[in-house]
């Protein structure tokens, strides 16, 4: 199994409030990865990071931010969470391979829900 | 557009039966296809993976084969368990990019019954 975390696991919260979701690994992975997904539709990528201090945007349009100050760390953060945020959160990291050849380990996920 | 489309969307089976999961992708250039169990309320779990010049892999009860010249992939449960109750899913990447980005299908929701 997978030595990645994601807490909380689930989440209920009022719109407006500021949460952030916190995914660490003990895998020592230079790769990590944010994904959404609602129920039975597939995983969109929202952010990926190469390394500390490396941040990028994924395919899905999204008002989280995320930041990578430690190699096992990568938290995601909504300022202020609104309904249309309500969705399951995957975590996912992966081992430095040729892109494409590594594969992406993922935790639990967190399912948030705003009220 | 690239795409994963898989078949059938949901699956009820009874225990002890064997069941075949479907997978077209349209993903160009491809690197590899992905194979993935997901447990309610869980992260998914790497079932197989395969490459161009792989036709068959077999992680115990669970056989993939892969057609590059189709584009088509199938997952071949043998002798289902109640614990096979999960989404699978299928996952291509593509080796066009220096992400390596991968494209998700939406999953077959697998239910065994006793």
């Known amino acids: 199994e997978a030595d990645i975390y994601q807490t909380p696991r689930y989440l209920v919260i009022g719109t407006g409030k500021k949460i952030t979701l916190e995914c660490s690994q003990t895998?020592?992975?230079?790769?990590m990865y944010w994904y959404q997904q609602d129920p039975g539709m597939e995983l969109h990528l929202i952010h990926y990071?190469?390394?500390?201090?490396?941040?990028e945007k994924g395919d899905l349009s999204s008002e989280s931010t995320v930041s990578r100050i430690r190699t096992e760390h990568f938290p995601l953060t909504l300022e202020s969470a609104r309904p249309s945020h309500t969705s399951q959160y995957l975590c996912?990291?992966?081992?430095?391979?040729?892109?494409?050849?590594?594969?992406?380990?993922f935790g639990p996920g967190t399912r948030l829900l705003v009220l | 557009k690239n795409q994963v489309e898989q078949s059938p969307q949901s699956l009820i089976i009874l225990e002890g039966k064997n069941c075949t999961l479907q997978c077209n992708y349209t993903v160009s250039p491809f690197s590899n296809l992905r194979w993935y169990k997901q447990d309610t309320g869980r992260g998914p779990v790497s079932l197989t993976i395969m490459t161009f010049s792989e036709n068959t892999k077999s992680n115990g009860r669970y056989t993939a084969t892969l057609d590059a010249d189709t584009k088509q992939s199938s997952l071949h449960i043998t002798a289902s368990q109640l614990s096979d109750s999960a989404s699978y899913i299928c996952?291509?990447?593509?080796?066009?990019?220096?992400?390596?980005?991968?494209?998700f299908g939406r999953g077959t929701q697998l239910t065994v019954w006793p």
């Open positions: 895998m020592g992975h230079d790769k």
């Open positions: 996952v291509v990447s593509d080796r066009g990019s220096t992400l390596g980005r991968l494209y």
């Open positions: 990071s190469y390394g500390v201090n490396s941040t």
């Open positions: 996912a990291s992966s081992e430095d391979r040729h892109a494409g050849q590594e594969t992406q380990y």
